[in-house]
C-alpha cells in the first residue's frame, strides 16, 4: 500500500474484503475514517451523531451523539 517492499504484510479484512499493508501506518491512513469538523483519523471508538463518526463530542457539536461506531 505504502510502496515498501517487507516480507511480512498485515492483512485486514474489514467487510469480507482483504486489504495488504505493509504497517499499522498505512492501513490506519486507507481505512480509519476522518472526523468531518477536524479532519483527524479516528482511531478508537470515537462517537457517532447525524450518520457521522466524530472524533470526540466536541467536534460533534449539537448532533445528538452516542459512543461507538456507524452500523454500515
Do not use: W
Not at 483527524?40 to 471508538?45: I, N
Request: glycine letters at 14%; hydrophobic letters at 30%; charged letters at 20%.
Amino acid at each position: 500500500m505504502c510502496g515498501h517492499d517487507y516480507d511480512a504484510l498485515l492483512i485486514v479484512t474489514p467487510d469480507g474484503v482483504s486489504h495488504a499493508f505493509d504497517s499499522f501506518e498505512c492501513a490506519i491512513e486507507a481505512l480509519a475514517p476522518r472526523c468531518p469538523t477536524c479532519g483527524s483519523r479516528v482511531l478508537g471508538k470515537g462517537v457517532v451523531g447525524g450518520g457521522h463518526v466524530y472524533c470526540s463530542r466536541h467536534c460533534a457539536g449539537d448532533q445528538s451523539v452516542t459512543e461507538g461506531y456507524l452500523d454500515n
